[in-house]
């Protein structure tokens, strides 16, 4: 039997929520941390000649399986693993198109395809993965988020909103994914220098989701950052307040130095977004 490669730590996610939102904490709780998958991407920062020999020897093993059985998901997505974690981006390529042809109803290994092939400059095909995933859910968080990011390093914002717009209008969605999408729609606008849109939206969203601490800690950061601290204090307040309780030392520290440090009333349940995977399953028995 041909085991999983280990995937790198949790913390790893970080690198890719920050360049895809830009603000660090905001990037964390707005985009609900990237599918842990997604983090292969970065090196390891163990490569040594032994890790190099190894990851070989090891890859060349995942080979000769496939080679006898071209569908064994065990070893495609091991093998995967490796040329990821070795920074082998094209040689990946190839398995991660099978696997994504195997396993279709896992759209979270076409968001890593994506990812791959924006990696490698090949912005097109990129592109057109994210399309299949969008066709098929239109609210997929991750697919969104990753084509939102190609279309403004390609310089298209007007694409970037129809998008993120085309995807809020979707009928059946969730309160949780009706708030990412705002979100990141929000970002869009303020990244453009549409503050006052921006600005609507996040209250828009507070108004519609009372019990959601995001939109506040967006409003809030926004106004931060665009040097209006006395606006922004009560609305760090609001977020602190109904929170999860892993969120509070955090917002605290972003918040403006005049804001309470006192305890915060009980955090109402925030609804939990929609996300992929954060590994992926094996096959079913």
């Known amino acids: 039997m041909v085991s999983n490669v280990n995937l790198p730590r949790q913390s790893r996610r970080q690198r890719w929520v920050d360049s895809l939102l830009g603000a660090s904490l905001i990037a964390l709780m707005i985009a609900a941390a990237l599918p842990l998958l997604l983090s292969l991407l970065r090196p390891t920062g163990a490569n040594s000649p032994r890790d190099r020999e190894l990851a070989a020897a090891q890859a060349n093993a995942y080979q000769t399986v496939l080679q006898r059985d071209p569908d064994n998901l065990s070893a495609l997505r091991s093998l995967i693993g490796v040329y990821l974690q070795q920074q082998q981006l094209s040689e990946a390529i190839a398995p991660l198109q099978r696997l994504a042809k195997l396993q279709p109803q896992q759209p979270a290994y076409r968001v890593l395809l994506a990812q791959t092939q924006a990696q490698l400059g090949d912005r097109e095909a990129a592109a057109q993965t994210y399309r299949q995933i969008l066709e098929k859910a239109p609210t997929h968080l991750e697919a969104l988020r990753g084509f939102t990011r190609l279309l403004l390093d390609q310089k298209q ?8 717009q085309k995807a809020r209008q979707t009928s059946k969605i969730s309160p949780a994914d009706q708030v990412s999408i705002d979100l990141m729609l929000a970002q869009v606008y303020a990244n453009q220098g549409q503050i006052t849109d921006a ?11 009372s019990r959601d601490f995001r939109p506040l800690l967006a409003k809030a950061l926004l106004l931060q950052q665009q040097g209006d601290s006395q606006k922004a204090a009560p609305i760090f307040r609001e977020a602190i307040a109904i929170a999860p309780a892993q969120y509070r030392d955090q917002i605290q520290q972003l918040a403006p130095k005049a804001a309470p440090t006192t305890a915060a009333p009980p955090a109402l349940a925030t609804p939990p977004e929609s996300t992929p995977p954060t590994v992926p399953p094996p096959p079913p028995n």
């Open 157 to 164: 914002p007007t694409a970037a909103v129809d998008l993120l």
């Open 199 to 209: 600005i609507a939206l996040y209250d828009r969203s507070i108004q519609s989701n």
